[in-house]
């Protein structure tokens, strides 16, 4: 698209985030909460609408909701209730959700994200999270005239992160999510999976003229199964909606559906104009008080947040932002190398040492958790620092075995493989003075200007002795015969 | 007296081996088979009844047996028992079999009640005759040509006419009260949340309560003494201990009490002069016998019933969605797509009175009118419960009549909904208020038609509502 | 307030319900009728007054994370109108 044109327009996006939490058991009864099992196996007449069952509510689910009201910073309403959303739909047993309309469990609070080709950070403002039951899955077959339903998904505790129309680019709502699946999996509140569903994520977009007082006609997206097909849709849609504008026509506000496979977005057919709910308090709850005593435990309890690693890298540990991003990237990680830098003064060095040998070592075998004590890792890193083992020989030879015999000394390693170097002048300066001795014509041609011979005088001592010598003391000296 | 008025009669008569379980069931059989006309029961247990009966004969020979051994319970169609059908009295529940029992009716059974079969009730629980029935109206045992009562018309004609010593109901807006009255006998509805919703099929959940039908104030004290209390099922149940109902009934027997009447209910319109005398007659009694009478004003009162029809139309809009042929019950044969079936299976499955409080619960909860019906209507109820609490705090009871009428006519008021409606003017303050109320015998009209009157207390005051029953009815 | 065809249509559907043209007559009649009396609820002054939304005296009933036996999956679809081995099934929604 012209830029000039796109120039013309601003792009406004709210998302809607669901989150199926991580408990045992559903919300409102004690199912098996789980991905993956047979259909209709994990239900139960409260599950089913049964006429004579009741809700009652999960204790853990509440607290998943108020700790990522927390992480967010987000105010904790101290008394609030569940609605009945009334609609009809076959995987929707009760012919109504149980959510929270009036009073969410957590107000406004904010994301702090920095996009792509952003110079800086930004606090994406939320309006809401609230709790809520999930649906179950309708399974539409060809060439049937029946639709198919699985109840095991209805009943799975979700909370709903509700951001204000606040994100203005596809990259913004790239690094929102981004974000916010870090933190799900930080807290170990939801494991942020939008593949399988366990993350969903709906979006409101809509565009203004630049400089406009109001909003323009918003659309609602949905079906888009992955953090990149966010991005995907949302460039889709902007281009889209800004063409009827530029022809002339008006934005119909309605739902359109992603379709991943050519990245278009489509009106859903559906004959449901607004839908009215009717919402009002569900009579079956009992209203939640979340009192000093329960609010601080809570706070207590929260594990470190990906932000706050985050700075704490960079202010506490010196370390640049690009690292500090790096190594926040899983809540695994991040702990690792808190622990990390308490054994070891070399900060930006076992920086280095994540960043580059064990998130290789991580990746090829498709590991999460870091299979070496952090005292072990520490270990080997001062070794390499205090110029004991060369790097290569320590990220090379001695890390993969650490990763197989987690409790072996690196230092014994290194020991056992002859991996220490050779730091001390008086031994390494004779092999110098040998090789210089034994390669007359070379130190003439490094000596007119051949300076590029450096290396192979380097690699020469190396080979004398036998890779022991530690080669920025070769270095040295050599530079320093050679003149 | 009858043969089996009281438990009390019944487990002497066990004791002294005049009648066993066996012989007691045989008999209750033969009395639902004898009045079958009366349609009130819509399944029989009898096998299952009869075995039963055989197991708890053996527990009280070797002194197992629990308390309520030898208590024979019909139950409204609207309580689950655990494979046993269940309809609501409607069609739109047709082959519906419950996978559990509820709270109230195990704690029954744990105790070693008999549950002898399922009660004919009008459809949801919405009604005030029995005649919205999908399986036909119930009869009044004592003049076949009027109503019973209802909803829980079926369970109050069953311990009127001698089919089982208890029966459980579910009043929401009076629906124990009002057919007690219309049936001669005692209908007990307790504080809202002190049993367990878990097992009722809902209607208006912030108002629905399961009711006891009974001959005696014993009876009905230990029934509710059993099945009352805390339960791991129900989210809005009291946590409150259960007080040992049937231990405490003597308690009032030397104290004065401080009466209210409404005025506003003796000068309803529609209220029939005899239960206008009746009730007045009681309250002169009490007076001369040193009690404090004392007559209140209730300005609110002809705002209680809109206020009721609003919020439980809303609420039942909304609890019988489920009932959409999706996971049980009746399916529409005449569906060709998910439209067709979810409109043609709910019209065809629900009666016209649940049709019409489904409309209109769907109107006030509709996004323009919310705040008009229904929001209004949460702040007249809070307004309402909080001036009877204000006067229950003042008074130990507040008595009126149970109904403005003695049963009538069947098809007298069934073309009329808002007729119909008026028929629970007295009955449905304490479903607004939440507190307990009961209904007793307060003698017959000139025509032979019982006479019921309605004692109301304060929340969780259900000790002192027996107590004072006693009292009167003796 | 007076309920008229298309109101009542509106409700029916969110309802799921249908009239015909007779029982739609005799449904807006009974409708308006019903709707005429509550609206006594206007003579109330209900300034100040707040909502009651719960008639339980009980906050914070909560159930510990801890899954229960639940129901076999032939229990579960034994009152299915109509079913597999696996599913449940309803009619397709046709556009």
Redesign the interface.
């Known amino acids: 698209m012209d830029e000039a044109i796109r120039g013309k327009y601003t792009l406004v996006i709210g998302l809607e985030v669901h989150a199926q939490l991580m408990t045992a058991t559903k919300i409102f009864n004690s199912d098996t909460n789980a991905y993956g099992s047979l259909p209709n196996t994990n239900i139960s007449p409260i599950t089913l609408g049964h006429p004579g069952t009741l809700p009652i509510l999960n204790r853990k689910a509440v607290e998943h909701a108020i700790r990522m009201g927390l992480a967010c910073n987000s105010k904790i309403s101290r008394e609030n209730i569940f609605d009945r959303k009334n609609y009809f739909y076959p995987d929707l047993p009760k012919g109504y959700q149980i959510t929270q309309d009036r009073t969410p469990i957590c107000i406004g609070g904010e994301v702090i994200i920095k996009s792509k080709d952003a110079a800086q950070e930004r606090a994406v403002k939320l309006n809401r999270i609230h709790m809520e039951e999930d649906a179950g899955k309708s399974i539409h077959l060809d060439g049937s005239t029946d639709t198919l339903v699985d109840f095991n998904r209805a009943g799975v505790p979700l909370i709903e992160i509700v951001t204000d129309p606040d994100l203005r680019s596809a990259d913004e709502a790239y690094a929102f999510l981004t974000e916010v699946r870090k933190i799900v999996r930080y807290l170990g509140v939801c494991d942020g999976n939008m593949e399988e569903g366990s993350m969903r994520c709906d979006a409101n977009i809509s565009i203004m003229l630049k400089g406009a007082k109001e909003y323009g006609k918003k659309v609602e997206v949905k079906n888009m199964n992955s953090i990149r097909n966010v991005h995907r849709a949302i460039e889709h849609e902007t281009e889209r909606q800004i063409n009827e504008l530029e022809k002339g026509n008006e934005i119909l506000s309605e739902t359109r559906t992603f379709d991943a496979g050519d990245g278009t977005t489509a009106g859903m057919r559906t004959k449901e104009t607004l839908n009215d709910y009717r919402y009002f308090p569900d009579p079956d709850l009992s209203p939640i008080v979340v009192s000093e005593e329960w609010l601080d435990s809570l706070k207590e309890s929260m594990p470190a947040l990906p932000r706050e690693l985050y700075l704490k890298f960079q202010q506490q540990y010196g370390l640049p932002e690009y690292d500090a991003q790096v190594l926040t990237d899983t809540k695994e990680m991040a702990l690792y190398f808190d622990g990390l830098c308490q054994k070891t003064a070399y900060h930006k060095a076992a920086s280095n040492w994540m960043m580059g040998p064990v998130k290789s070592f991580l990746n090829d075998k498709a590991l999460v958790d870091i299979p070496i004590t952090t005292g072990s890792l520490a270990e080997l890193i001062e070794l390499v620092e205090t110029e004991k083992v060369s790097f290569s020989a320590a990220s090379k030879k001695i890390l993969p075995e650490l990763m197989e015999q987690r409790d072996k000394s690196a230092l014994q390693l290194a020991e056992k493989l002859n991996l220490i170097q050779d730091s001390d002048s008086d031994s390494v300066a004779p092999i110098v003075e040998e090789v210089i001795a034994a390669m007359p014509e070379k130190v003439a041609a490094f000596r007119k200007g051949k300076k590029g011979l450096l290396r192979m005088f380097v690699g020469e001592v190396m080979k004398r002795s036998r890779g022991k010598a530690n080669p920025k003391l070769v270095n040295e000296l050599l530079q320093k015969k050679l003149g | 007296m009858e043969k089996y008025s009281s438990l009390e009669v019944i487990r002497t008569g066990l004791k002294q081996g005049e009648i066993t379980c066996l012989s007691l069931v045989n008999h209750y059989l033969d009395n639902i088979e004898k009045k079958s006309h009366l349609n009130v029961f819509l399944e029989v247990y009898a096998e299952e009844a009869r075995q039963r009966a055989e197991v708890i004969d053996a527990k009280l020979a070797d002194g197992s047996a629990g308390r309520l051994a030898g208590m024979i319970v019909g139950i409204k169609d609207v309580l689950c028992l655990k494979d046993h059908g269940l309809q609501g009295g409607s069609r739109i529940l047709d082959g519906f079999s419950s996978q559990f029992t509820g709270t109230a009716v195990q704690k029954l059974l744990d105790e070693d009640a008999i549950i002898i079969g399922r009660q004919n009730c009008d459809e949801f629980a919405m009604g005030s005759s029995n005649e919205n029935s999908a399986f036909g109206p119930v009869l009044n045992d004592i003049d076949n040509e009027r109503v019973p009562g209802g909803s829980s018309g079926g369970s109050a004609v069953a311990v009127q006419a001698d089919m089982c010593l208890i029966s459980l109901g579910s009043d929401t807006g009076g629906s124990v009260r009002q057919p007690a009255a219309f049936c001669g006998i005692i209908g007990l509805k307790p504080t809202y949340s002190r049993i367990s919703r878990h097992g009722l099929i809902a209607y208006g959940s912030s108002f629905d309560v399961i009711g006891v039908f009974s001959k005696t104030i014993e009876d009905n004290a230990l029934v509710l003494e059993i099945i009352a209390g805390a339960d791991d099922f129900d989210s809005t149940v009291s946590q409150k201990d259960v007080p040992a109902y049937s231990a405490e009934l003597s308690i009032g027997t030397q104290k004065k009490y401080k009466i209210a009447y409404l005025k506003e209910t003796l000068h309803t319109e529609g209220l029939d002069s005899e239960i206008k005398e009746r009730t007045l007659a009681t309250l002169k009694k009490l007076k001369d016998d040193g009690h404090e009478v004392e007559e209140v004003s209730f300005p609110l009162l002809d705002y209680v019933l809109p206020t009721y029809y609003i919020l439980t139309t809303a609420e039942a809009s909304s609890n019988l969605s489920r009932y959409d042929g999706v996971k049980y019950g009746y399916r529409s044969e005449n569906a060709e797509d998910l439209a067709s079936m979810y409109k043609k299976t709910r019209t065809e499955g629900f009666g016209k009175e649940v049709q019409r409080r489904i409309m209109l619960g769907t109107f006030v909860l509709s996004a323009s009118y919310y705040d008009a019906y229904y929001n209004k209507a949460q702040k007249v109820r809070r307004m309402i419960r909080d001036a009877t609490k204000s006067l229950l705090q003042k008074h130990d009871f507040i008595l009126l009549p149970t109904t403005p009428t003695a049963a009538f006519k069947i098809g007298e008021h069934s073309s009329h909904p808002l007729e119909m409606y008026l028929a629970d003017l007295f009955t449905v303050q304490s479903s607004v208020a939440g507190t307990p109320a009961i209904s007793i015998p307060n003698g017959n009209s000139r025509e032979g038609l019982p006479i019921g009157l309605q004692i109301m207390a304060d929340d969780f005051k259900e000790a002192e509502l027996f107590a004072f029953s006693k009292y009167l009815l003796n | 307030?007076k309920?008229d065809k298309d109101?009542?249509e509106?409700?029916?559907h969110?309802?799921?319900?249908?009239?015909d043209e007779s029982s739609a007559d005799a449904?807006i009649e009974?409708?308006n009728?019903?709707?005429t009396?509550?609206?006594?609820?206007?003579?109330?002054d209900?300034e100040g007054?707040?909502?009651?939304?719960?008639?339980?005296?009980?906050?914070?009933?909560?159930?510990?994370?801890?899954?229960?036996p639940?129901?076999s999956?032939e229990?579960?679809?034994?009152?299915?109108?109509?079913k597999?081995e696996?599913?449940?099934?309803?009619?397709?929604?046709?556009?």
Do not use: C, Q
Request: charged share 30%; hydrophobic share 45%; net charge neutral.
């Open positions: 307030m309920i109101t009542l509106k409700m029916a969110l309802g799921r319900l249908e009239f449904m009974d409708m009728e019903i709707v009396w509550v609206e006594k609820l206007k003579e109330v209900t007054v707040m909502p009651l939304t719960t008639m339980s005296y009980e906050i914070n009933v909560f159930r510990e994370d801890v899954p229960k639940h129901l999956h229990r579960a679809l034994k009152n299915a109108p109509k597999d696996d599913y449940f099934r309803v009619p397709k929604v046709l556009d």
